[in-house]
């Protein structure tokens, strides 16, 4: 019998956003993964039919704080002691104070925070239909609970994906970083850095490099080039 230590579930699998190259947003996934949330009252017998289980990731095709049952969740969680992260990314939008305290007191370990811009302008370019300010602005709150918890949890990854409309920004970025009141600053550009597009095209991982034409100076790539060449796109 397998008793698995670490497993992926789906929190959510709506989005508020519509970024170009997810295949969330152009609804290929409702297919196999379909359209829902993680229900508490699942997720309490889950753990209960498996206690091998210690460590879940909740992200993958949606926006895990758009679970109503969110703030129930990481109650669960940290009852029996299991480990939540967010790693495949999170856009922060749309988050309640009582959430962004309670992943701080209730020990969120890890997510990555899905920001590609240093400017509104530049992050609603591909974050369709993202605020900006909002986002910051949570993090910042994170942070600020953090200070009042003495904890260093969630660690707080930030991706970056360097397309040819923010790869300007790369200096701002930094700076906004090391300037921030984060007590655990985010780090740059986050987990991706081996797949950065100002090094190697992200999208090689699935598919052959676009043609020159499509390319800037840096070897960034547009959102439709991702669409067209990967299939998938970042997170
Ligand atoms: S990439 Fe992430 S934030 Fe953007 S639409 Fe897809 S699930 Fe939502």
New binding site residues.
Partial sequence: MIEPISIRLEASSH?????PA?P??DGSIDQVIGKGFLKADDFRTFLERNPSVRNIELSN???IFLNPQFLEILKIAHKRNVALAALN?V?LNNVSDEVLEALVKFRFREMTC?IDGASAETYRVY?VR?NFDRVTANVAKINQWKVTYRSRYPLLQWQFVVFRHNEHELPKARAWRKSSACTSPPSFPGPTRALSPTRRLYAVKWAPPPAPSTRSASGATTPRRFATSSGT???
């Fill in positions: 989005c508020q956003l519509r970024c997810c969330t947003t095709y949606g926006e990314g856009n899905s974050r993202g796109g970042p997170r």
